[in-house]
């Protein structure tokens, strides 16, 4: 029996395992980059071209999904914008730690409404 030859392609057989975990380290953390830009960035679109408005938030609940140790929070809004009745409508967004107080049943927070798409919000905190 030719253990050389056994030995060699079981070398090459280890290199393409470790190929291929690489490659697949690799996109796993492109993928988790990606959705954490994702999730933690605002709809620039709805922040630059949106109608100016606020929203009482009237119920506050965690996802379960967190990015980079911040949850992720869904909330139950009543949206205010001129010219619209007040109308109700859930929001998801990744929240860092440090402001989570901000976002507590019964705040008001300034929003942006796409004119078009009255249920595309974007919470405007940074204003």
């Not at 909330?75 to 619209?84: A, Q, Y």
Request: glycine fraction near 12%.
């Amino acid at each position: 029996m030719d253990t050389g030859g056994l030995m060699a392609g079981m070398g090459a057989m280890t290199i393409g395992i470790i190929a291929i975990s690489c490659l697949a380290t690799v996109g796993i953390t492109i993928g988790a980059i990606v959705l954490a830009r994702r999730l933690m960035k605002p709809n620039q679109e709805v922040l630059t071209t949106g109608v100016a408005g606020e929203a009482t938030i009237l119920r506050v609940w965690q996802t379960g999904m967190s990015v980079n140790d911040q949850p992720q929070v869904g909330m139950l809004l009543e949206v205010r914008v001129p010219g619209r009745e007040p109308y109700q409508v859930e929001h998801k967004m990744v929240i860092p730690m440090w402001n989570i107080m901000q976002f507590q049943q019964g705040a008001v927070v300034p929003v942006k409404v796409d004119p078009n798409k009255p249920g595309k919000i974007a919470l405007d905190v940074y204003a």
